[in-house]
């Protein structure tokens, strides 16, 4: 069973910074998407950074030069770690893997459950 498991939100003031991390279980697969997505509350889910088994990495336009996405040495873990944290930025932010590369990564088939992160100004 493979499962994802979020944690390091919390809240934080305008500017503040904050380290997302999922840890992976029952996940083995050569090629491979991870990511993470937010949705705040009256909006779609969009996605916010990605990055695959050949260490490519995307980005939302919004958080570049903000947001960093990077996996731990043994692949079972993903993080984010967010800087210059806006008010825009607060939502519920969810990892996700595929046993694919990150092309249409929105219909991802695994997910967490997702760390709340609140932005205040």
């Known amino acids: 069973v493979v499962q994802l498991a979020e944690s390091g939100g919390d809240s934080v003031q305008s500017g503040g910074s904050l380290s997302l991390s999922c840890e992976l279980s029952?996940?083995?697969?050569?090629?491979?998407?991870m990511g993470w997505f937010r949705q705040a509350p009256g909006k779609q889910h969009e996605a916010v950074a990605t990055?695959?088994?050949?260490?490519?990495?995307t980005y939302r336009d919004s958080v570049k030069g903000r947001f960093t996405i990077s996996k731990g040495d043994g692949g079972n873990t993903l993080y984010l770690q967010m800087n210059n944290l806006q008010p825009e930025d607060t939502a519920m932010y969810y990892c996700?893997?595929?046993?694919?590369?990150?092309?249409?990564?929105?219909?991802?088939?695994?997910w967490g459950q997702g760390t709340q992160v609140t932005v205040s100004s």
């Open positions: 029952g996940f083995t697969s050569r090629t491979y998407c």
């Open positions: 996700a893997t595929d046993h694919k590369y990150c092309d249409n990564f929105a219909n991802a088939r695994y």
């Open positions: 990055i695959d088994s050949d260490g490519r990495t």
